[in-house]
């Protein structure tokens, strides 16, 4: 069944084009890669995505409803959750708050339960806790509970992000460039990662990255972007023998 | 273990209970017996309405980062729809109090909604000008004096409204920063679109802590009117809102025991220098810029006084104060 | 529709006043971002060295004025490196409580050092005399307020526009680090624009001497804050804006206390303020930038 379908998104700044008729599709429980040259639009199409920018044009169908132009929260509760290029944890807090915040969405007491300490309050601040905990072993955080988010090492930090986007319960899981800043060791590590947690969860999982091995690896289909544009579209073997896409590449490495 | 949570919880509570009716009775009895005279009741009772000022503004500049120069402005909204109800319609205090705080989080939450929507410095301007227009309302209506304001408003605040003020006021807040809701709330001052992002609709919660933060003003402005005998819109001026500002920057933006030291420090600061009051702000001003200057997180910065961090510092080995 | 002619002339001069304080604020803001609260106050002390010149060394109205507009730029160089250059890092809210505190603290050491009390220019300073104009009533207080108000923003203009500091100064408004790549000293630049800043305050100061004939310590507050009030209607960190700015608000202002309740003027400056904020946060000249994620 189609989750997300994209018709002729549009997005400038200024006079800059950042994104022209994008055009993008996802079944449930795929696995897409988004690639492009740097400043080719393709953070633009997340924030477009995410609620975070307004689209000048076009539509963001989601579970059949257009939501291009809502509020990113409202975007959320629908069963999208993102990461961010320049990591965006909370970082003066905990690694469990971070998780916690997450969790609000469904908090499981009301305003006045919290205010008056009631018995719901209790319960459900356990189960949050509970909650919390179980995302943070899933991604091998669960040490590093009571640390403060910005002092964690940056791989465990994208990690850390990670957990929070899924624990919205998302059904769309968007990546932008999970691996960036990572070694080697710590990508191959994602890799499997992020094939689990689609397969674990249901998601679908749409990702940027310039990391070549990873994408081709774990995606199942790629979209090129340059200069806004989707250039190309298929299969890992399609993409990697495209003409264009070589030729939009060219001085970087593919 | 779901036992032994119990028992922690109603443990506590009971020891939370014991530490306030010890504080209460302390102080009545010394009142009662006349140790404390009118001066330091007078003290007692400035230190108090402070508290509550700085722990309210605290949660709207510190736990929520939206810097408001407005609280003033909700004060005088609860001292004079309070005396409106006691004085003038005859109502009993508590009914008065609680008008007051409900009509100043009326006129936090219309203020707040179109407000909230700016950021930083431009919302500091603006709250300080509502609080300012609240201020010149207040001085057109002849029904509520015009710029002489109200006289001879009965004294009913006491010893024990102010206790129980203070320690509603601090519960609630405590209450609130210490849930999810208060995690949403301090999740926007940390990063406004992640927090987003995640779900949260930041500007409905914005608004919550402006809500409250001016709820909590108005009891202040209640209790203020009902012990001082007079009240007039120049009292509530921004010079106002700047002295609940000095307490809640040297307390620590977004800690509410550092709200309530500094609160306790300023009260006794200013009636130490009653005779000089032009030495007094600038004592003030000094504090606001070398804070600033040298130590912007203030004295507790975001962390928290209890007695687990102060055993720390007894054992010296304690680097969070 | 005479009468609606005179308030507006009327209102020309307090206009060009709030337009010189509304020049300080948004040239200021225009560099570092700053909302300097202490605006407002620098003025009030460029007041009191016009007064003291003219009551003490007995000099006319015009050489008081030279005289408090070289003091201020001192002054405004002093807050700056003293209170203002140390945050240049810090949050903006950090900047503005630091704004604050200079605020007060020009306002209660100058009421430690000379009392509260408002001071009269002495008898003759000003002697006034009303012309009348096809009708409209105009005073030579006014006249002068009015021309040496255009005098001072013409002559900065050919600053801005056409000198080396100048240029600097647009230079680091519009990207600091850039403009370092540039070779130009943004600190000094920075003290040249606190220095203008503050001299057109100064001179605003006097003329809201001549205007209302008394001053006090506290007289910088609200003429100060509807001065910034004038800068973000045209627009915050543009020159043009802040004159115009200036000018729309004064007017408004007489226009309000001419016709409608007195006691509601300054209750006009903080509504438009908060109508702009909500319509156009950016101001009438203003163009609208959006946070890059
Ligand atoms: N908020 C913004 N304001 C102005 N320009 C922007 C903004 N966001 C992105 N851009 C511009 O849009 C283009 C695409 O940027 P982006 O989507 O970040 O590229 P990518 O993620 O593919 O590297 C770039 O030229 C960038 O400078
Ligand atoms: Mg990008």
């Not at chain 1, 305003?111 to 309050?121: D, E, I, Q, T, Y």
């Not at chain 3, 002054?75 to 704004?99: D, Q």
């Not at chain 3, 908060?274 to 156009?280: A, H, M, S, V």
Request: proline content about 3%; overall charge neutral.
């Amino acid at each position: 069944m189609m989750l997300l379908k994209i018709n002729n998104l549009c997005k400038s700044f200024g006079g800059l084009s950042a994104v022209l008729n994008f055009n993008l599709e996802i079944r449930e429980n795929e696995l897409i890669g988004l690639i492009g040259p740097n400043g080719a639009g393709k953070t633009t199409v997340f924030n477009l995505i995410t609620g975070v920018y307004k689209p000048d044009a076009g539509e963001i169908i989601f579970k059949g409803e257009n939501i291009g132009g809502l509020p990113p929260y409202v975007i959320c509760q629908k069963g999208i959750a993102r990461t961010f290029q320049n990591i965006r944890l909370f970082n003066n807090l905990t690694v469990m708050e971070n998780v916690k915040i997450a969790l609000h969405k469904n908090v499981p007491y009301s305003l006045p339960a919290a205010l008056f300490r009631l018995n719901s309050f209790y319960r459900g601040e356990k189960e949050i806790e509970e909650e919390a905990i179980r995302w943070l072993k899933l991604f091998n955080l669960d040490h590093r509970r009571e640390e403060i988010a910005s002092s964690l090492p940056y791989g465990e930090q994208r990690r850390l992000e990670i957990a929070r986007a899924l624990a919205t319960h998302p059904t769309l899981l968007i990546l932008d460039e999970p691996a960036a800043g990572m070694n080697p060791n710590e990508t191959l590590e994602l890799m499997e990662l992020i094939r689990r947690l689609r397969d674990e969860f249901k998601l679908a999982i749409l990702l940027i990255e310039h990391d070549m091995s990873l994408v081709m690896g774990v995606c199942e289909r790629i979209y090129v972007l340059d200069y806004g544009q989707v250039i190309a579209e298929g299969k890992p073997e399609e993409i990697r023998n495209n003409k264009r896409v070589i030729e939009a590449y060219l001085g970087e490495e593919v | 273990m779901i036992m032994n949570v119990f028992a922690n919880r109603w443990g506590k509570l009971g020891a939370e209970i014991l530490i306030l009716a010890f504080i209460f009775l302390f102080v009545q009895y010394f009142i009662t017996v006349g140790v404390f005279n009118q001066y330091h009741q007078i003290i007692i009772t400035s230190l108090c309405i402070n508290i509550i000022l700085a722990v309210s503004l605290n949660l709207i500049n510190g736990f929520t980062g939206q810097l408001s120069l407005g609280h003033a402005g909700f004060m005088a909204v609860g001292a004079y729809v309070s005396v409106v109800l006691t004085k003038f319609m005859g109502m009993p205090f508590l009914v008065g109090l609680v008008g007051g705080c409900l009509a100043a989080a009326a006129a936090g939450f219309v203020i707040g909604v179109p407000t909230l929507r700016l950021k930083g410095d431009y919302l500091a301007i603006a709250t300080l000008g509502f609080g300012e227009i609240i201020r010149v309302i207040l001085q057109n209506i002849e029904y509520v004096g015009g710029p002489a304001g109200i006289v001879g408003i009965p004294k009913m605040t006491t010893w024990g409204w102010l206790f129980a003020g203070v320690v509603i006021t601090i519960a609630t807040i405590q209450n609130l920063i210490n849930s999810s809701y208060g995690r949403a709330i301090i999740s926007v001052r940390e990063d406004e679109i992640a927090s987003e992002v995640m779900g949260i609709n930041i500007t409905s919660y914005k608004v919550l802590a402006f809500v409250i933060g001016a709820f909590f003003a108005g009891l202040a402005g209640g209790l203020y009117a009902h012990y001082f005998y007079i009240i007039k819109p120049e009292t509530f001026n921004f010079l106002k809102s700047f002295d609940v500002l000095v307490m809640v920057v040297l307390g620590g933006l977004g800690s509410t025991t550092g709200a309530v030291i500094a609160a306790a420090f300023i009260t006794l600061l200013s009636a130490a220098l009653q005779a000089f009051p032009a030495i007094r702000m600038i004592i003030y001003a000094l504090i606001l810029i070398l804070l600033m200057i040298y130590r912007p997180q203030g004295l507790m910065g975001n962390k928290e006084l209890s007695v687990k961090i102060l055993g720390k510092i007894w054992s010296g080995k304690n680097d969070a104060a | 529709m005479l009468e609606l002619m005179q308030q507006i002339v009327n209102g020309l001069s307090l206009g060009a006043i709030y337009a010189l304080i509304a020049l300080g604020y948004t040239m200021v803001y225009g560099i570092i971002k700053l909302i300097n609260f202490a605006h407002g106050d620098v003025m009030m002390v460029g007041a009191y060295v016009g007064f003291f010149s003219v009551s003490m060394l007995g000099t006319n109205i015009v050489v008081a004025m030279i005289f408090a507009m070289l003091a201020c730029a001192l002054l405004g160089v002093i807050i700056e490196k003293v209170a203002y250059k140390p945050l240049r890092r810090a949050t903006r809210i950090a900047a503005l409580i630091t704004a604050i505190g200079v605020s007060l603290f020009l306002e209660y050491t100058t009421i430690f050092f000379l009392t509260p009390q408002q001071r009269i220019f002495p008898q003759g300073t000003f002697p006034v005399q009303d012309y009348s104009l096809a009708g409209i009533s105009v005073s030579n207080k006014d006249i002068f307020i009015f021309i040496s108000a255009i005098l001072l923003m013409v002559i900065l203009q050919f600053i801005v526009k056409n000198t080396k500091t100048g240029k600097a100064m647009r230079a680091v408004s519009e990207d600091k680090d850039a403009a370092v790549l540039m070779g130009i000293n943004v600190d000094n630049t920075i003290s040249v624009t606190f220095a203008i800043g503050s001299a057109l305050a100064a001179a605003a100061g006097v003329m809201i001497g001549v205007y209302y004939n008394t001053i006090n310590p506290l007289m910088g507050i609200l003429p100060g804050l509807k001065a910034f009030v004038a800068a973000v209607l045209g627009g915050i960190g543009i020159i043009p804006g802040a004159m115009v700015g200036g000018f729309i608000l004064g007017i408004l202002e007489t226009l309000v206390s001419g016709y409608g309740n007195s006691l509601y003027r300054d209750a006009v400056a903080f509504g438009i303020l908060i109508l702009i904020l909500l319509i156009k946060p950016t101001g009438i000249f203003g163009k609208n930038t959006g946070e890059k994620v």
